[in-house]
Nanobody
Framework: QVQLQESGPGLVKPSQTVSLTCTVSGGSITFGYNYWTWVRQPPGQGLEWIGYIDFDGNTAITPSLKSRTSISRDTTKNQFTLQLSSVTPEDTAVYHC???????????????????WGQGTQVTVSS
């Protein structure tokens, strides 16, 4: 059973860069047609898909965040990382990492279907 666990700083100041890491256990991030994903949920709002890094190391990021977001991986540690730069209070949210498989309806124009899901880590942007 694949399990995911996020880790991060919790509190960051505006204009800084936040780095979040997702540690995966129970399966390799390079195995299978999986898309290792970051999503976030701002307070009182719905889930926002941020992007993914896939089994081959290819990435895709939502256009609204693309200019200040990168997703990378460390296959030796079975981890993938989100970096979000120039943060503002609007980036305050619970950030989750998740696994979305190639069979997800999203890849056929439907909605996201996450096969595995981390518990989330709170990121607060405040001076």
């Amino acid at each position: 059973q694949v399990q995911l666990q996020e880790s991060g700083p919790g509190l960051v100041k505006p204009s800084q860069t936040v780095s979040l890491t997702c540690t995966v256990s129970g399966g390799s991030i390079t195995f299978g047609y999986n898309y290792w994903t970051w999503v976030r949920q701002p307070p009182g709002q719905g889930l926002e898909w941020i992007g993914y890094i896939d089994f081959d190391g290819n990435t895709a990021i939502t256009p609204s965040l693309k200019s200040r977001t990168s997703i990378s991986r460390d296959t030796t540690k079975n981890q993938f990382t989100l970096q979000l730069s120039s943060v503002t209070p609007e980036d305050t949210a619970v950030y989750h990492c998740a696994r979305e498989a190639a069979g997800s309806s999203w890849f056929r124009g439907g909605t996201h279907e996450y096969a595995s899901w981390g518990q989330g880590t709170q990121v607060t942007v405040s001076s």
